[in-house]
Nanobody
Framework: QVQLVESGGGLVQSGGSLRLSCTAS????????MGWYRQAPGKSREFVAI???????NYADSVKGRFTISRDNAKNTVYLQMNSLKPEDTAVYYC?????????WGQGTQVTVSS
């Protein structure tokens, strides 16, 4: 069974930065794609960024140039560096790992950006 634990959320002023971390544990075979999603109040969960086993990355248009996803395979950890944060980035951020037949979500971490 695979588990994900996120950390790094918090309250930050507009223009500030935060770095989220997500560590995977359990029966992970090989290096799996991992990504970040977010859900704002009253909205659906949306894609933010993904990094594959070959370290190919992709981002939502709304975060391109401001967010950077990276990974440390030795630690089974993926990071999301968020710069130039805006109030509209306020959401619960969820980590996801894509397994061979399934995917697993973390519990989420709150990011609040004040104007």
């Amino acid at each position: 069974q695979v588990q994900l634990v996120e950390s790094g959320g918090g309250l930050v002023q507009s223009g500030g930065s935060l770095r989220l971390s997500c560590t995977a544990s359990g029966s992970i075979f090989g290096i799996r794609p991992m990504g970040w999603y977010r859900q704002a109040p009253g909205k659906s969960r949306e894609f933010v960024a993904i990094i594959t086993n070959t370290e190919w990355t992709n981002y939502a248009d709304s975060v391109k140039g401001r967010f950077t996803i990276s990974r440390d395979n030795a630690k089974n950890t993926v990071y999301l560096q968020m710069n130039s944060l805006k109030p509209e980035d306020t959401a619960v951020y969820y980590c996801q790992i894509v397994l061979s037949k399934d995917y697993v979500w973390g519990q989420g971490t709150q990011v609040t950006v004040s104007s």
